[in-house]
């Protein structure tokens, strides 16, 4: 990569995909690097950066960035493919957050924490570019 980090987040595959935001020596990050499956392209950097934020997505066309450290907090940012926006916030702000899905139709974001572990579900849904708390009985 072309900037050393940790606590990154990622989206894509071995041949194509996106490593974004992280924790640099002395710095927190809001950049965004695309692999191609042979180097490394500093593209759109994000809105604001944190670590140890909640990702997922296809990789270069599509990838999702929600929660993070460095400031705590709700941030949602989606990557359409040329640039990041900020779409709706999480309902409260996490870090460490588990995901699953890989983009279209959505993300998932799974528990987290804040000054304690939450329990929280949230779902990203890539068509109608909405956040939907999920209620499990």
Not at 27 to 40: A, C, M, P, Y
Not at 49 to 57: A, D, I, M, N, V
Not at 87 to 97: F, G, R
């Amino acid at each position: 990569m072309n900037t050393s980090r940790i606590r990154c987040g990622t989206a894509g595959t071995s041949t194509a995909s996106l490593a974004f935001l992280g924790e640099s020596p002395g710095d927190v990050e809001k950049k965004n690097e695309e692999w191609n499956g042979s180097s490394w392209t500093e593209i759109g950097d994000l809105n604001t950066e944190r670590y140890l934020c909640g990702s997922g997505g296809d990789g270069i066309t599509d990838a999702m960035a929600f929660g993070g450290n460095g400031s705590l907090s709700a941030a949602c940012e989606y990557w359409n493919g040329s640039s990041w926006a900020e779409i709706n916030d999480l309902s409260t702000a996490t870090y460490i957050d588990a995901s699953a899905g890989h983009g279209s139709p959505s993300v998932m974001k799974m528990g987290g924490y804040t000054t304690t572990q939450v329990a929280t579900v949230e779902e990203f849904t890539v068509t109608t570019a909405t956040l939907s708390d999920i209620t499990v009985s």
